[in-house]
């Protein structure tokens, strides 16, 4: 029952790409 994981997963993904400076793009 890995489908939660999965989804969680994608949700982090795409909510890197919507906030990619909240990854490490910071100066």
Do not use: G, H
């Amino acid at each position: 029952m890995s489908s939660q994981a999965d989804s969680l997963i994608k949700i982090s993904r795409s909510w890197a790409d919507f906030f990619p400076a909240n990854t490490s793009n910071q100066p």
